[in-house]
């Protein structure tokens, strides 16, 4: 498959409002690879979003309003891996090889097995639906870490939420109900832990902001600090602490909750974004219609 190959100066002038260094935007800590390149894969879908990657370093995301889960393999090879997959949007990897996803469809988190055999891990709340899982976290121990936000889906039939708001949960490893974590947020979306299971990120996407917790043990959070004044769709950590986050292009910041970078991406959103490859140096992002990857020099986490 061909690839659109566009040097970060011709992204730029893309952008419409971009008026700021450019070398300061693009990478004032040496993230990116020298020389490196932002690659457009593939335009042939409607609404990519999720990307996860497995141990070798190969990535799964969705095409949510087509209602598919595609494979992006280390060789840079696309190909379909599942369809009807209730409307998944946020997706990761358990430590068995599983992908866990967030079936929005139904409100609903399932478990994927590599062949494609679902199970369903949670449909509900005390029996009430829940608004639309969107994107997820696992922690060392299989607990997952979720959002809910509201956004009103054109295949549900359902006009209002059950629920009184939109939270942030967490369902330990083999429990049928989910530990509420979070009721303070306009609409929480993008969520990440780091490395070492102490930290974990949420995006109040409907607030602009980005919010860091203290895990101090799994499922209990304390220590709640405003990280970073904007809100961001997805979001993923590299090996050196900073946090990506998806929107308007890629925005970087770094552990100390300072913008460090951006990339342009020319496309109208930027729906999420995760480490991938061999070495795990390759940043995959899906930005709506399209998916582009550019080598850097840090590795992810995942």
């Known amino acids: 498959m061909k690839k659109l190959v566009l040097p970060f100066m011709m992204i730029c002038s893309y952008i419409s409002g971009f008026s700021q260094d450019p070398k300061v935007l693009m990478d004032s800590s040496g993230l990116i690879a020298k020389n490196a390149t932002l690659e457009k894969v593939s335009s042939q879908f409607s609404f990519t979003e999720g990307p996860a990657v497995n141990r070798r370093g190969e990535i799964y995301f969705t095409d949510q309003p087509n209602d598919k889960i595609w494979k992006y393999d280390t060789k840079g090879d696309l190909s379909l891996f599942m369809d009807k997959t209730g409307r998944s949007n946020g997706l990761y990897f358990d430590r068995s090889g599983n992908i866990i996803a967030c079936a929005d469809e139904k409100g609903e988190l399932w478990s994927i097995t ?7 891990l949670l449909d509900n709340l005390n029996g009430k639906q829940f608004n639309g899982p969107n994107d997820l976290w696992i922690d060392a121990n299989g607990g997952i870490y979720f ?10 039939t359902r006009q209002q939420s059950a629920l009184d708001g939109m939270k942030v949960y967490y369902l330990p490893k083999g429990s049928k109900q989910p530990l509420l ?20 990120y949420v995006a109040d ?8 917790y203290t895990i101090t043990a799994p499922g209990v959070l304390a220590d709640k600090q405003l990280f970073f004044n904007q809100g961001a769709d997805g979001m993923t950590l590299d090996n050196k602490g900073n946090l990506y986050l998806s929107g308007n ?25 995760c480490f991938g490859g061999k070495k795990k140096d390759i940043l995959f992002i899906t930005a709506s219609e399209s998916i582009y990857t550019i080598k850097m020099r840090v590795k992810g986490v995942e």
């Open 249 to 273: 292009g890629v925005t970087i910041i770094s552990k100390e909750g300072n913008r460090i970078g951006y990339i342009p991406v020319p496309s109208k959103w930027v729906g999420n974004l």
């Open 114 to 120: 590599p062949d494609g055999s679902k199970t369903i």
């Open 205 to 212: 996407i409907g607030a602009g902001k980005i919010f860091r």
């Open 181 to 200: 974590l979070e009721d303070k947020m306009t609409r929480p979306n993008g969520i990440v832990g780091s490395a070492d299971g102490k930290l974990l």
């Open 147 to 156: 959002t809910d936000p509201y956004y009103q889906r054109n295949y549900w």
